[in-house]
């Protein structure tokens, strides 16, 4: 899976893309987040507050389902 990083998530986390294989236990954007979390402070304080935060998949805006492309914007950055 691959996910692009805006804004101050990309700042945060000093990344601006990466590829992650999740476990087959990670079934939500909620839980994709637990365990980005885990890799260090800078993720850590990249998703300590996720109200800012927007996630789409294959470039159409998502609630709550994993599995193509992840996106995550900013809340700097409009919802389409």
């Known amino acids: 899976m691959k996910l692009l990083y805006f ?3 990309r ?3 000093g ?3 990466e590829e992650v ?3 087959s236990s990670v079934t939500t954007v909620a839980g994709l987040v637990d365990l980005l ?4 402070p800078g993720y850590e304080a990249a998703f ?3 109200k800012g935060l927007r996630v789409a998949i294959n470039q159409h805006h998502s609630g ?5 492309l992840l ?3 900013s809340r700097d950055q409009p919802a389409k």
Do not use: F, S, Y
Request: proline share 11%; aromatic share 4%; charged share 30%.
């Open 37 to 40: 979390r885990q890799r260090g």
């Open 11 to 13: 700042q945060k986390i």
């Open 15 to 17: 990344l601006p893309e």
């Open 71 to 73: 996106l995550i914007n």
């Open 21 to 23: 294989a999740p476990p």
């Open 64 to 68: 709550d389902l994993i599995r193509v």
């Open 48 to 50: 300590r507050d996720l």
């Open 7 to 9: 804004a101050w998530v």
